[in-house]
């Protein structure tokens, strides 16, 4: 089966600028997540969907970033305008239900450098 | 909050040995789900191993066994006769059994397999 897809798999921008990531998730999963990861931390979640609905961004700083899914498959992270420390990678994940323990299913990311 | 802490930032073993990788984690929850993933150069995510807490058999996978103590709050990842692809960031996660809840992450512990 196809896994996760993302794109661009590197981004490098100035700051100030805005960017925008793209994801499309396993078909058929309803959950879909994304992740910041900085240099030498593991992942932090940014926002998680149910379908097309908000589960939690609590961690989303929702003064420069925004997501959306519309019809409940591809997603779409923005940052604009974006700063010095949001250069990280970014991972979308999805999975089938967000209950029940299953496992996540991750794309390759996408690197973003913020000069 | 979970939260949840890889102790050891990093680690090396020689090819064909044993390693051991430490996590802990701390929740108020009686019922979740912890997992070991593997992150090489590549940046893709892969599942190592998966672990329900209501399950007093610790979970193995071919090389890959976990040493589970709930009481503890410990789930620790060994790695059996090391190979040179095992060599990768590795990420403790911990995931609530409810519907809506995200995987929280540790911070990863780099693994270096010595030839």
């Known amino acids: 089966e196809a896994g996760v897809a993302q794109s661009p798999r590197y981004k490098i921008i100035e700051k100030r600028q805005s960017v925008a990531f793209w994801c499309n998730p396993i078909s058929g999963h309803a959950t879909l997540y994304w992740y910041q990861q900085i240099l030498g931390q593991g992942p932090k979640l940014l926002i998680q969907?149910?379908?097309?609905?908000?589960?939690?961004d609590s961690q989303l700083p929702k003064d420069r970033f925004s997501a959306e899914r519309l019809k409940g498959v591809d997603s779409t992270l923005k940052i604009q305008p974006a700063k010095l420390e949001d250069s990280a990678v970014y991972l979308c994940?999805?999975?089938?239900?967000?209950?029940?323990?299953?496992?996540?299913?991750f794309g390759s990311g996408t690197q973003l450098s913020v000069l | 909050a979970q939260t949840v802490t890889q102790s050891q930032p990093e680690m090396s073993v020689q090819e064909a040995e044993t390693v051991t990788l430490s996590c802990t984690y701390d929740?108020?929850?009686?019922?979740?789900?912890l997992f070991w993933y593997k992150q090489p150069p590549s940046r893709q995510m892969i599942l190592v191993i998966r672990?329900?807490?209501?399950?007093?058999q610790n979970a193995t996978e071919n090389r890959f066994s976990v040493n589970f103590q709930k009481a503890a709050k410990s789930f620790s990842l060994k790695i059996s006769d090391s190979q040179l692809g095992d060599t990768a960031m590795y990420f403790c996660?911990?995931?609530?059994?409810?519907?809506?809840?995200?995987?929280?992450f540790g911070t990863g512990t780099s693994l270096t397999v010595i030839p």
């Open positions: 996660a911990f995931m609530k059994h409810s519907a809506g809840n995200q995987f929280y």
């Open positions: 969907f149910q379908n097309n609905g908000v589960v939690d």
């Open positions: 994940a999805s999975n089938l239900r967000a209950q029940s323990g299953e496992k996540l299913f």
């Open positions: 672990q329900e807490a209501y399950k007093q």
């Open positions: 929740t108020s929850e009686s019922n979740y789900y």
